[in-house]
């Protein structure tokens, strides 16, 4: 999909109505970078975006501004506005935060939702065996989206938010490894027949040694496709 495919696909109204019009600009375009619709290295066109948006250049400096703070984008001297790629810092930051929010929601979030994180793993199984690495990649973050909403806490779900939206970054470098995205299926899928046993304890022990490896493979990938 080209830049202005991507921007007239952006399903957003008149961000004119919005109160807080920079915050939803950047919490817009925060989600089309989850969603995997902005890529690493992406330029942020803000003639074509203002546009798509329907709010002022201003406004939408405001909402990178916003996102430069989340590390999500960068702001290159001459060149423009550019959608972020991580590095290993940033990696190890994620998973920083991950391993101290996500095991908690599993053992103890009071609105933790099984049914739905089995309906993510069923899309998730369906993705796998049609080899859709970008698909097994959206639910993955669904799934990791619908742990943290069982806290019911409206501000980790935000912080999620950024989190996800830097992580999949970090997962558009694993691209050209699909066994990263397929046995993360597998693990997601042991998590569900944990908590359907009502071991969340157990669930959450399993995820910090999950996210513990996960990172540790990331770093690895990182490192090894750096030139020398």
Same mark, same amino acid.
């Given at each position: 999909?080209?830049?202005?495919?991507?921007?007239?696909?952006?399903?957003?109204?008149?961000?004119?109505?919005?109160?807080?019009?920079?915050?939803? &600009?950047?919490?817009?375009?925060?989600?089309?970078?989850?969603?995997?619709?902005?890529?690493?290295?992406?330029?942020?066109?803000?003639?074509? +975006?203002?546009?798509?948006?329907?709010? $002022?250049?201003?406004?939408?400096?405001?909402?990178?501004?916003?996102?430069?703070?989340?590390?999500?984008? !960068?702001?290159?001297?001459?060149?423009?506005?550019?959608?972020? !790629?991580?590095?290993?810092?940033?990696?190890?930051?994620?998973?920083?935060?991950?391993?101290?929010?996500?095991?908690?929601?599993?053992?103890?979030?009071?609105?933790? %939702?099984? %049914?739905?994180? $089995?309906?993510?793993?069923?899309?998730?199984?369906?993705?796998?065996?049609?080899?859709?690495?970008?698909?097994?990649?959206?639910?993955?973050?669904?799934?990791?989206?619908?742990? &943290?909403?069982?806290?019911?806490?409206?501000?980790? +779900?935000?912080?999620? $938010?950024? &989190?996800?939206?830097?992580?999949?970054?970090?997962?558009?470098?694993?691209?050209?490894?699909? %066994?990263?995205?397929?046995?993360? &299926?597998?693990?997601? !899928?042991?998590?569900?027949? +944990?908590?359907?046993?009502?071991?969340?304890?157990?669930?959450?022990?399993?995820?910090?040694?999950?996210?513990?490896?996960?990172?540790?493979?990331?770093?690895?990938?990182?490192? $090894?496709?750096?030139?020398?």
């Amino acid at each position: 999909m080209n830049v202005s495919e991507i921007y007239t696909s952006i399903p957003l109204g008149d961000g004119s109505t919005h109160a807080h019009t920079s915050t939803w &600009v950047a919490s817009t375009l925060r989600q089309e970078i989850a969603e995997g619709r902005l890529l690493p290295g992406s330029k942020l066109s803000e003639q074509a +975006l203002s546009s798509a948006l329907g709010v $002022s250049r201003n406004t939408l400096r405001e909402g990178f501004t916003l996102l430069d703070s989340d590390l999500i984008i !960068s702001r290159i001297p001459n060149r423009g506005v550019f959608v972020a !790629s991580p590095d290993a810092a940033d990696i190890r930051e994620i998973y920083a935060v991950r391993r101290t929010i996500e095991p908690a929601a599993l053992a103890w979030g009071p609105k933790l %939702d099984i %049914d739905e994180l $089995s309906r993510i793993i069923e899309q998730a199984r369906a993705a796998a065996e049609a080899e859709n690495i970008a698909l097994m990649a959206d639910a993955n973050q669904q799934f990791h989206e619908t742990i &943290v909403r069982a806290t019911g806490s409206v501000h980790l +779900l935000e912080l999620m $938010s950024r &989190v996800l939206a830097k992580m999949r970054l970090v997962f558009h470098a694993m691209s050209d490894a699909p %066994d990263f995205h397929s046995h993360y &299926v597998s693990r997601n !899928s042991a998590l569900v027949d +944990l908590l359907s046993s009502g071991q969340r304890m157990e669930a959450a022990d399993t995820l910090q040694l999950y996210l513990n490896t996960a990172e540790t493979e990331l770093l690895e990938h990182y490192e $090894s496709s750096q030139p020398r």
